[in-house]
């Protein structure tokens, strides 16, 4: 996992509460915590800071990883706002990621394990993400997608029928627009 | 908060700005250097690309000077080859004639066979028969020889003219030498004296088409630069040692100044008037022979010849990427 994924929910979890939470999370994950967002790190350690986080919050896990993914975007969008400048609606953002945004990082750094992201319009209002990864960390991209469409100021509506945590290869988000 | 965490604070602020700083420097760096790289990429693969149409092309202005002068070594035996078969024909119906009447006299009665006989004598005789019944064996051996020798000279030719370069192959360099010797021979007046010095040598891994294509270029060189010389000479010597095999080749010809010896490699540097000489053989002959882990060394005297010393590992080396 890409080192700013970490530093991301450093700063998320210092927001909410403050450098003790963090540094509480930090000792009961067992991990020392320094990160560089141009290095790569264990997937295990982030799921043993968030399980971390989840402990401390007592949230339930999805609650927390959605929540998380929303953030995320904000601040992803912040540090690289090429990518959303680039995209002028929140679906041609989306289809941008496979072929546009994870051919950047894979340029900048050999090692990387990315999901596999392909989408498909179906109509004007509706866009079906075929995401596989086998983080299954469908929850985070549901929360990304939930803060892309904050930023591009529309509403949405996330329906998640086929998932790899119930056993199928892969997850099928379908993102409605709604008229919020 | 106390005085000394908000200071902790502080510092740990302007770290974390700090390190977002460097972190969004060794970004910036790393894409400019991926883009660099392709770009690189892009260039030598087009290098590469014009560099195997130089090459081509210089084999085909090479194939070009060489076509008059195998067409002639071709032209030679085909004409006696031709000559000998108009014999063949010309002599085929006495022939033929010959064993009807000696079939006809067996089937005679004893008393008129020696009759028969006398005719048939008579017949070989006013037909020059046995003229070419001793003629007949040389002429179908100088008919088999001519053909050999053109049969050479078409396979020699296919073994040059094979543009698939890449392949390495450990080969005897010494039957190469002498292939292209024999596709040589009409290009030198008949004055020129070749001199073979060629020691056997180990097997070399290499690409025999592109070191023929070295050897010829030389020896052409070679060929021109004695000239009007009298008792011209061009020599090709072999040797090795443990690791490299050695190939020279030299002529008392007209040799180079220091200015010229100094710029013979260069693409399109020539000597030779305009529309002779593409200017590209030297320069291709260093780029194949460097292509092998070898080197070239040429030293000379103006007035007096040049001799070219070709030197490369008996191990070879890799062949470069397509």
Request: proline content about 3%; charged content about 25%; glycine content about 8%.
């Amino acid at each position: 996992m890409k080192g700013v994924v970490f530093n991301i929910l450093e700063d998320m979890v210092t927001e909410k509460g403050g450098l003790q939470m963090w540094q509480k999370v930090l000792d009961k994950a067992g991990v020392d915590g320094g990160y560089t967002a141009v290095s790569t790190y264990s997937d295990d350690e982030l799921f043993s800071i968030v399980g971390a986080v989840v402990e401390e919050l007592g949230i339930p896990a999805e609650e927390v990883i959605g929540a998380f993914g929303v953030y995320m975007f904000g601040q992803l969008a912040s540090r690289y706002p090429v990518f959303t400048d680039s995209a002028s609606d929140l679906f041609t953002f989306l289809e941008s990621i496979d072929s546009v945004i994870h051919l950047e990082v894979k340029k900048l750094m050999t090692e990387t394990n990315l999901p596999s992201i392909s989408c498909t319009r179906e109509g004007e209002k509706l866009l079906v993400m075929d995401y596989r990864s086998p983080r299954k960390l469908c929850l985070l991209a549901e929360g990304l997608i939930y803060g892309a469409a904050e930023h591009y100021g529309c509403g949405i509506k996330i329906d998640h029928p086929i998932c790899m945590h119930k056993g199928a290869d892969h997850c099928d988000l379908q993102v409605s627009l709604t008229d919020e | 908060m106390s005085d000394e965490a908000d200071l902790y604070r502080r510092a740990y602020e302007r770290e974390r700005v700090a390190r977002i700083s460097a972190e969004q420097v060794v970004e910036k760096t790393t894409r400019e250097l991926y883009l660099k790289n392709q770009k690189l990429e892009e260039s030598l693969k087009q290098l590469k690309d014009q560099q195997r149409v130089l090459v081509q092309n210089e084999k085909l202005a090479m194939l070009g000077t060489l076509a008059a002068g195998i067409a002639h070594e071709i032209n030679n035996p085909m004409a006696f080859v031709h000559a000998n078969l108009e014999s063949l024909a010309d002599y085929l119906e006495p022939y033929q004639k010959l064993v009807e009447m000696q079939a006809k006299a067996l089937e005679l009665p004893l008393e008129q066979q020696r009759e028969a006989q006398q005719e048939i004598q008579k017949f070989i005789k006013s037909s020059d028969l046995e003229f070419f019944q001793d003629e007949l064996p040389e002429l179908m051996s100088d008919t088999r020889d001519g053909l050999e020798r053109v049969r050479e000279i078409v396979a020699n030719l296919r073994t040059f003219a094979r543009t698939h370069t890449q392949e390495r192959r450990s080969v005897d360099l010494v039957a190469g030498i002498q292939s292209t010797l024999k596709l040589l021979n009409s290009q030198f007046r008949t004055d020129v004296i070749v001199h073979q010095s060629l020691q056997p040598l180990p097997l070399v891994k290499c690409s025999i088409s592109e070191l023929n294509q070295v050897f010829l270029n030389l020896l052409v060189n070679a060929g021109h630069a004695v000239e009007g010389r009298k008792g011209a000479t061009v020599s090709i010597a072999t040797r090795s040692d443990n690791e490299r095999v050695y190939i020279e080749i030299s002529d008392n010809g007209c040799g180079m100044s220091e200015a010229v010896k100094e710029q013979i490699f260069v693409p399109f540097f020539t000597t030779k008037p305009v529309g002779k000489g593409t200017g590209m053989g030297m320069s291709i002959a260093y780029g194949i022979v460097v292509d092998h882990g070898g080197e070239i060394e040429v030293e000379s005297t103006e007035g007096e010849g040049s001799r070219f010393t070709i030197s490369l590992p008996i191990e070879g080396s890799e062949s470069p990427i397509a």
